[in-house]
């Protein structure tokens, strides 16, 4: 009876979801307060149904209710708890209806933290939402229902969840990449109650900013915990692989990227608004593309949930009525996103319209060789082929190098005009310092000369000494650098982290993808390697037993210039209920290097395949997603978006020198 519940609950959602997406839009557009007062409690209404929803489907697994069809394919009742709340998102169902709760969550507060706003602009934001929730609600009820049932004949266990689900990074990545996700859909809702409302000004600018900085700095952790996850659980060693299901999140990650700076220079210089708008209709359909992607049966992936046609149909059509409709919202709009200011060829402006079409060209790259092969093997009917990293690396790395110069190009810039002068006085020294310090640096820690090395710590260090520059220049003024520091406004420091957080992944990308080191070797029990500066000794195996799988552990002692580093410990896993393989690495982890063991499988002699890796700098990759993530948090924190009131783009100056919007 309790999962009836949770489909009575589900229905409910829809309703509300339906009633909130027409009567508020009709009372915002003819003016009835009482529709418009409609929107706040409806959007509490659908969270209340969805959370209800959650919790009977969390009861279910719980209980080992295996009667639910959903929790039959995705739990066991050896499987541990965690594992079993955290299989409600293991599956397509229970992960859309992850998806829709967390879409509810940001739909409520938008309700919340919206009083400053105009009643009917919030009313507009939350009607749209409201669509969104009424498609996502309806796709489930239709096709997709968590609660359907396996009656009479229920089974006595269920079938397990995936063995490389079964993983402290499942429980963290699916949740923090959805929230991002589903973000987007905000800053689209805003955009798209602009277009309606006709008010393309900087208020909306100011008040969109905050949720799409906070959309983007959740979606950075989702990626950058994503990586890590693979990296350590799927055993080869890396950390991106333009995996093409993972390639729609760095899709919507880099439209995001230049939708925050675009949305900063619209509230700032009232320039951009077409551009800002439609960035935002992109990045809500690189969200939905996504989906769609792991959800149509197009791909066989741990990362994709569904193999039924319909259901991808279904998003399909969706995903087309929904961008469909808002671009020609957004061609009908057209005469009201005019730019109120002009701006040189040499301004902060075109740098950073520069930046954005390489983002989006990027963005454009990624997608066409995710999709080209699928695309290929429907029209020909023959196999699917791959297009892999090179195609990727070989379009991505130039564009991402020339990101970053003008990235030190538009910081130091200023608004409307710039002289060549003043950019050659403020960078010049930064440049050389750069170029001398890329060709020392990789160097001087590894002995090895390398082009790509220098050309990415020069690239790196390109950001963060104009970082410094722009800090100092910024301060010179103030009687101490202290209270300079503290005259910054957040959003400029929350910039200047993001940056300096995207230098430190650079670093870390380049010197890891060049001094990487790996050796495949067969060892018997007291046999050694050496690898590197290292020298790692198998000491043999144990078996082991676990809550719902049998293991053999190996034990490794590893010696650097005969001094004792780390024992490791790599794991080969069989899961009682599914019988499926697992391999657990082993991993040192160091601020410089990783050591990492992927134990193979054992020979009839005794000895045992293993893969061993030395990573330089690879944990400098997550490093700096974290703090590109936290420039985000520090720029929603802003004290000016939190403003009643907002000046008019005519009388805002270009002044205000603790304030550079050209990031999140």
């Given at each position: 009876m309790v999962p009836e519940l949770g489909q009575f609950a589900l229905i409910l959602a829809f309703c509300l979801c339906a009633v909130l997406g027409t009567l508020p839009?009709?009372?915002?557009?003819?003016?009835?307060?009482?529709?418009?007062?409609?929107?706040?409690?409806l959007t509490a209404g659908v969270f209340v149904f969805l959370s209800l929803c959650m919790l009977i489907l969390g009861y279910s697994f719980v209980t080992d209710d295996f009667t639910v069809m959903f929790v039959a394919q995705?739990?066991?009742?050896?499987?541990?708890?965690?594992?079993k709340l955290t299989a409600i998102w293991g599956g397509h169902e229970g992960s859309f209806l992850f998806w829709t709760w967390m879409l509810s969550g940001w739909m409520l507060s938008v309700a919340i933290f919206s009083k400053a706003m105009p009643d009917d602009f919030v009313a507009r934001?939350?009607?749209?939402?409201?669509?969104?929730?009424?498609?996502?609600t309806m796709f489930m009820i239709a096709t997709s229902n968590p609660f359907d049932r396996v009656l009479p004949l229920a089974p006595a266990d269920g079938a397990d969840l995936n063995s490389a689900l079964q993983d402290i990074g499942f429980i963290v990545h699916p949740p923090s990449l959805y929230m991002g996700y589903v973000g987007f859909s905000v800053v689209f809702a805003f955009a798209i109650a602009a277009l309606l409302s006709g008010r393309l000004d900087s208020a909306w600018a100011r008040w969109s900013r905050p949720w799409a900085n906070a959309a983007w700095a959740i979606l950075t952790i989702g990626i950058a915990l994503g990586s890590w996850w693979a990296y350590y659980e799927l055993g080869w060693g890396g950390w991106w692989a333009w995996d093409p299901v993972e390639n729609p999140p760095m899709i919507n990650w880099l439209l995001g990227t230049a939708l925050i700076h675009s949305l900063a220079v619209t509230e700032k210089r009232g320039v951009f608004k077409s551009w800002t708008v439609l960035l935002a209709i992109l990045a809500f359909a690189a969200s939905l593309l996504g989906t769609f992607i792991t959800r149509s049966g197009l791909l066989t992936s741990v990362h994709a949930f569904a193999a039924d046609p319909t259901r991808g149909i279904y998003i399909l059509g969706f995903l087309g009525l929904a961008i469909g409709g808002?671009?020609?919202?957004?061609a009908l709009r057209a005469p009201l996103m005019k730019s109120e200011f002009g701006f040189a060829a040499v301004s902060r402006e075109v740098f950073l319209l520069a930046n954005n079409i390489i983002l989006v060209v990027a963005s454009a790259a990624i997608l066409l060789g995710t999709l080209y092969p699928m695309v290929y093997q429907a029209v020909s009917g023959g196999d699917l082929i791959s297009v892999g990293p090179p195609y990727f690396n070989v379009i991505f790395v130039p564009l991402m190098s020339l990101l970053v110069v003008f990235l030190g190009l538009g910081a130091v810039s200023r608004w409307k005009k710039t002289s060549v002068a003043y950019l050659r006085q403020q960078l010049t020294w930064v440049a050389i310092a750069s170029v001398l310090l890329g060709l020392v640096l990789p160097l001087a820690l590894t002995l090895e000369f390398s082009v790509g090395a220098s050309l990415a710590t020069a690239l790196g260090l390109w950001?963060?000494?104009?970082?410094?520059?722009?800090?100092?220049?910024?301060?010179?003024?103030?009687?101490t650098r202290l209270e300079g520091l503290k005259s910054l406004a957040l959003a400029y420091l929350g910039m200047?982290?993001?940056h300096f957080g995207f230098a430190v992944i650079l670093l870390g990308a380049g010197l890891t993808s060049i001094y990487s080191v790996e050796k495949s070797v067969l060892l018997a029990p007291g046999q050694s390697v050496e690898l590197g500066h290292y020298e790692f000794h198998f000491e043999g195996t144990e078996h082991l037993s676990?809550?719902?799988?049998?293991?053999?552990?190996?034990?490794?002692?590893?010696?650097?210039?005969?001094?004792?580093?780390r024992e490791l410990h790599p794991e080969k896993r069989v899961y009682v209920a599914s019988r499926t393989p697992s391999t657990e690495m082993a991993i040192d982890a160091g601020f410089t290097r990783d050591l990492f063991i992927t134990l193979g499988d054992e020979r009839e002699s005794g000895a045992w395949s293993m893969s061993l890796y030395i990573k330089p700098f690879v944990r400098w990759v997550w490093l700096g997603a974290i703090l590109m993530a936290l420039g985000g948090v520090v720029a929603v924190t802003d004290k000016r978006y939190r403003r009643l009131k907002v000046k008019a783009m005519a009388r805002e100056t270009d002044?205000?020198?603790?304030?550079?919007?050209s990031a999140s």
């Open positions: 839009l009709a009372g915002a557009a003819t003016g009835n307060r009482l529709w418009i007062g409609l929107a706040r409690p995705h739990s066991n009742s050896l499987l541990p708890i965690q594992y934001v939350l009607g749209i939402m409201g669509v969104i929730g009424a498609g996502y808002s671009l020609l919202l957004f950001i963060v000494l104009g970082i410094v520059q722009d800090i100092r220049v910024k301060t010179a003024n103030k009687p200047q982290i993001a676990g809550p719902n799988y049998e293991a053999e552990r190996a034990t490794f002692q590893v010696l650097r210039e005969g001094s004792f580093v002044t205000a020198d603790g304030y550079q919007p």
